[in-house]
């Protein structure tokens, strides 16, 4: 059982910057950022793979940036030129091999006008 730690959300104005930090307790093949909006889905917003590949939904390409550190078991999401819109529960995701899913406790993100 892995164990996932995420840190990093806050409130911000729009235009501002914040960085999410997601810790898991063992190795982790794919990692995934997904947000929860009040009254709407869960969406994946990006995914990073062991080997670096990278996905982002449209509407963070040029403002969000998934990286990992496979050393510290760590992914970040950096986020910048922050939009009211992007305001959500922020939660990390992580996958072991093909079946071995884990989640986050999720983190808020609030971007005021």
């Known amino acids: 059982q892995v164990q996932l730690v995420e840190s990093g959300g806050g409130l911000v104005q729009a235009g501002g910057s914040l960085r999410l930090s997601c810790t898991a307790s063992g190795s982790i093949d794919l990692y995934r950022w997904y947000r929860q909006a009040p009254g709407k889905q869960r969406e994946l917003v990006a995914a990073m793979s062991r080997a670096g590949g990278t996905y982002y939904v449209d509407s963070v390409k040029g403002r969000f940036t998934i990286s990992r550190d496979n050393a510290k078991n760590t992914v970040y999401l950096q986020m910048n030129s922050l939009k009211p819109e992007d305001t959500a529960v922020y939660y990390c995701?992580?996958?072991?091999?093909?079946?071995?899913?884990?989640w986050g406790q999720g983190t808020q993100v609030t971007v005021s006008s």
């Open positions: 995701n992580a996958q072991q091999g093909a079946t071995l899913n884990y």
